[in-house]
Structure formats: structure tokens, C-alpha cells
């Protein structure tokens, strides 16, 4: 049998897999993307996507359909009784030049899933469903697994593979990664999309009872359907009819109006908390629900397994370029404590459901994910990099500055791709940039002179007119900033700034020999 030979081999098409997908395949490489279900899944289960994560959507060019498919989260009815008391739980804000996206964002999750397929498709690349992993092996060289198709077993060399197949992943079993936690049988919720009767749509209703019980109905945006949240006595076994659930909610609710008309939708959910105790087996990678698994509280899993792919994407593409492989390394090293820490929110925020804990269904910068960071991390060590409001490691803001031409321009707008953004603010800054060197095979690097002078035709020049830009990165004499493909601040250089940027992109960059400008 012969095999095929591709760069990456990502095995499963949710959010995180087809996210991998989308940032590889706009980098050149060569992936497939496999899944083992006939079709994408038509649920809503994970509907909060993060504004760190609509972030990396703009970047990966998947927001415009997501932003379409959603809505900003309503606020909660607490329904005591007759009464019922409203509550914020993600209170409103406004946008600002340094994060553009400050809400959470209310999107049932096939329409994420398809949002982020649509633009795969639009870069050339297609989910390949009803394909399973059955096996692979791997040699210092190059990973062969065997795929089953609804064409037959077919045979996929590549350099890597990503298993991004959920909590039971067959790529984590196969290579042998344990997957540390709890699954508590006892602990279950029923969740169903379903159109409904008697019920106003500006609400996220709540119907509280003693010992965690709760019967939750959230409206999903631009559809006649709620999420249904209905959490089970231990030992429970629901019946999942539709006449069964109308007559479980009402007897919850005490309201006889509320009529379920249509489910298209349903599941038996059981919190998961865990976490993979590494994330590279070789020349194997673990990504999103296959490498940690969340209660559902706080909307983390999905936003979490996307930035795992993200963090991914352009470290594969530099190292399959030339750049070392110790590179691929610093994935674990930089997410694995990130998937820690929010196993240990998201569980916080769960367990003070039963408690009828109000901080419980509270929402703040913690899940909002702005201040994910890889501060002291493997690429971040210099803990002299830093600035008045940002540290080596920290996620860059966006800021408006404005162009030649006088067009007010996004910061966003030009670190976006598949690059590495230098910044010089000021002339002696300008000149520094103009004489670093970067490598012809890689992530290209693109200069931005701010509030200086352009060394050639090509450079793009800002100008930083009402001092926003400054503001937000903390700015007040000339300085170099580099920037990973991925928004975090990966170099600041005050002094010997040319010597400061060389050294530290060196770890990130093929050993090629550099061009310079002309």
C-alpha cells in the first residue's frame, strides 16, 4: 500500500483541529485534516467564544462569520418563585483602541465549527469526514498512520500529527500520554437545542433548586432555539423524549406555558477535568480537548483549544522551515500551565453552582483570556524585556495609529498573518530596524516605523497622533519590539537593539543564511 506524503496530519475537525488547519495551510504547508464523524457537529455545547479568542479569529480570517452567527451574551433571569431577578453575569463593556473585542461572544458551536471550515475552503483545504485514525507509527523522521476512508484503509506519511479528537482521543491513547483527572459518573446535566413555546428570548433563564439542581434555557442568537441545561440527581437515568423533557421542565419551572416544540439536538453531559501529562510524544502533538478537558462553567474549553492551536501552528511551520526543533517544545512549556490554570477556574466556577454561589455565574478578565501571557516561559525569559505596560511574553494590544495618507490603521490590521512584526518606535529605533537581518525561508518579517523614518519604499510607516500607541505599550524613548506570529511580545530592545532582536529571534528562525535590506 502506497503512502502519501504531506507536512501535518491533523486528526479531528472541531474548533481547535480545523483552527490548526486554517493557520497551517495559510502558511503553505501541506495537511490534511481528518475527522471521524460523517458530518460536523450540529450542536451548540461550547457557545462562548472568548475576546482573545475573536482575536485569533480575525487573525485567522474566520471573525466576519462568527460575529454574523452571534450575539452578545443576554443577561440572566434568576427565577425565584414569582420573582425573578435579573443579573449581569458578563457585564457590557465598551471597545477600545487596545482591545477591540472586549465581550464574550454568544455563537453556538457548529456555527464556530463552520465558520472556521467555511474559511479552510477558502485557503483550499477541506475536513475530510467519516476518515479514522486506526494506527500510526513513528521514526525520528516521520509519523504513518493508517486511516480508514470511505474508500478503504489508506496510508498518510507526514512529518507530524496533531490529535485534536477530543477528551477520548485515539492519537492520545495510541501514543501512550496519560490523561490525569476525574470523571465524576455521578455528576450529569442534560443539554438540548430545542425550539420552544412561553418563554421571552431576552433572558438567559435560570431556575435555581437546593443541592446544585438547576434547570438553565440560554436563547441562542439568530435561531428560534435555547440551550437547554438540566442538571440530574446522582444515579439519575434520564429519558431524553421529548415529552419527558417538556414534563421534567415544567415540574422544575412550576411554569405550565413552557412547551418544547422541536429538539434538534441533545446530549447526557459529564464534567471531565483533566489534564494530559505532556502534550509531544515525538513527533506527535496533542491540541485542545485531547490534551485537557473542562466543566463547562466560565466558557473555556473551546477558547483554550483554539489558542492551543494557535500557539502551534507557526512553531510547526518554522521548524518544518529549518528553525530548531527545540522550538517545538516550548508549546507544552507554554500551554500546558495555561490549560492548568483554567482547569482549576473552571472548576471553581462549577462546584459554586451546588452551592448556589452567585460569584459562580459571575464573568470577569479571568475568562475573558486578554491576560493569557508566557511571562518566564522558554521564549520569554528575559525578564529585563519589558516596558511601562507590557512584559516579554505578554499578548500585544491593538492600537489606532494612522498612515501616510492620513487613514486612521489598526495595529491588528498589519500583525495579522502569517509573519513576524518588527516595531521601531522612534528615528534611532527606525535606523536600528532598517539593519536587522532575517532569513529568506520561514515567517517573512514585516517592519512598521512608528513616529520614524523609513528606511525604504517597501516599510510601512504610522504615525502615532494621538499617542495611543505609547500609551498602551508603555512607551517613552526609542525602542525595538518584535512580535511573534501569534500576537505576544517576544522581544523589547532599548539599548544594543539590534544585538537584543538577533538574539532573541535566533531560537525562532531557521538557520538559513539571512537577507538584508536592500
Not at 487573525?59 to 449581569?88: N, R
Not at 498512520?145 to 498518510?156: L, N
Not at 432555539?225 to 440530574?232: A, G, N, T, V
Not at 532575517?438 to 516599510?459: I, Q
Amino acid at each position: 500500500m502506497s503512502a502519501e506524503s504531506i507536512d501535518v496530519l491533523v486528526v479531528g475537525a472541531g474548533p481547535t483541529g480545523t483552527a490548526l488547519a486554517v493557520d497551517l495551510v495559510r502558511r503553505g504547508l501541506a495537511v490534511r485534516i481528518i475527522d471521524k464523524g460523517a458530518t460536523g457537529f450540529d450542536g451548540s455545547r461550547a457557545k462562548g467564544v472568548q475576546p482573545r479568542t475573536l482575536e485569533v479569529l480575525e487573525d485567522l480570517g474566520a471573525l466576519p462569520d462568527v460575529l454574523a452567527g452571534g450575539a452578545t451574551y443576554p443577561p440572566l433571569g434568576i427565577h425565584a418563585g414569582p420573582l425573578t431577578i435579573p443579573w449581569a453575569m458578563n457585564p457590557r463593556r465598551r471597545a477600545t483602541s487596545d482591545v477591540p473585542y472586549p465581550n464574550t461572544w454568544l455563537i453556538p458551536q457548529h456555527r464556530t465549527d463552520g465558520a472556521l471550515r467555511a474559511r479552510l475552503q477558502e485557503l483550499g483545504g477541506v475536513v475530510e469526514f467519516d476518515c479514522a485514525l486506526t494506527s500510526f507509527e513513528q521514526t525520528p523522521e516521520k509519523v504513518t498512520a493508517t486511516v480508514s476512508t470511505p474508500d478503504g484503509v489508506r496510508r498518510i506519511e507526514c512529518r507530524y500529527l496533531v490529535g485534536a479528537d477530543g477528551g477520548s482521543s485515539a492519537v492520545r491513547k495510541a501514543a501512550e500520554v496519560g490523561f490525569e483527572g476525574k470523571t465524576d459518573e455521578s455528576d450529569r446535566m442534560i443539554i438540548a437545542d430545542a425550539t420552544v413555546e412561553g418563554l421571552s428570548r431576552n433572558r438567559w433563564h435560570v431556575w435555581p433548586r437546593l443541592g446544585g439542581r438547576f434547570v438553565g434555557a440560554c436563547p441562542l442568537p439568530n435561531s428560534d432555539q435555547f440551550q437547554w441545561m438540566i442538571r440530574l440527581d446522582p444515579d439519575e437515568e434520564p429519558s431524553l423524549e421529548l415529552d419527558d423533557l417538556n414534563a421534567r421542565i415544567r415540574a422544575h419551572t412550576g411554569d405550565k406555558r413552557i412547551s418544547l416544540t422541536q429538539v434538534s439536538w441533545k446530549s447526557v453531559f459529564r464534567p471531565n477535568i483533566r489534564l494530559a501529562d505532556r502534550y509531544r510524544a515525538g513527533r506527535v502533538f496533542l491540541a485542545g480537548d485531547a490534551a485537557h478537558v473542562h466543566t463547562p462553567a466560565g466558557a473555556q474549553g473551546l477558547n483554550t483549544g483554539i489558542q492551543d492551536a494557535y500557539n502551534l501552528g507557526w512553531k510547526l511551520a518554522q521548524v518544518l522551515a529549518g528553525a530548531p526543533d527545540t522550538l517545538l517544545d516550548t508549546y507544552e512549556a507554554e500551554r500546558r500551565p495555561i490549560a492548568a490554570r483554567v482547569l482549576g477556574l473552571s472548576t471553581k466556577k462549577y462546584e459554586g453552582l451546588s452551592r448556589l454561589d452567585p460569584s459562580s455565574i459571575k464573568r470577569g478578565d479571568d475568562e475573558r483570556q486578554l491576560g493569557v501571557n508566557y511571562r518566564g516561559g522558554p521564549l520569554a525569559a528575559n525578564a529585563a524585556g519589558r516596558t511601562r505596560t507590557l512584559r516579554v511574553g505578554d499578548r500585544v494590544p491593538d492600537a489606532v495609529l494612522t498612515d501616510q495618507a492620513g487613514h486612521r490603521r489598526r495595529l491588528f490590521e498589519h500583525t495579522a498573518g502569517s509573519h513576524f512584526t518588527a516595531i521601531a518606535y522612534g528615528s534611532e529605533a527606525g535606523a536600528d530596524l532598517a539593519a536587522i537581518s532575517w532569513p529568506a525561508t520561514g515567517a517573512p518579517l514585516l517592519r512598521l516605523f512608528v513616529d520614524a523614518r523609513a528606511a525604504t519604499e517597501r516599510d510601512i510607516v504610522l504615525d502615532d497622533m494621538g499617542g495611543g500607541f505609547a500609551k498602551a505599550f508603555g512607551l517613552s524613548s526609542p525602542t525595538l519590539l518584535l512580535i511573534r506570529p501569534d500576537g505576544y511580545l517576544a522581544a523589547v530592545a532599548t539599548e544594543n537593539r539590534v544585538d537584543a532582536i538577533d538574539a532573541i529571534a535566533a531560537g525562532m528562525l531557521p538557520a538559513s543564511k539571512p537577507t538584508t535590506l536592500v
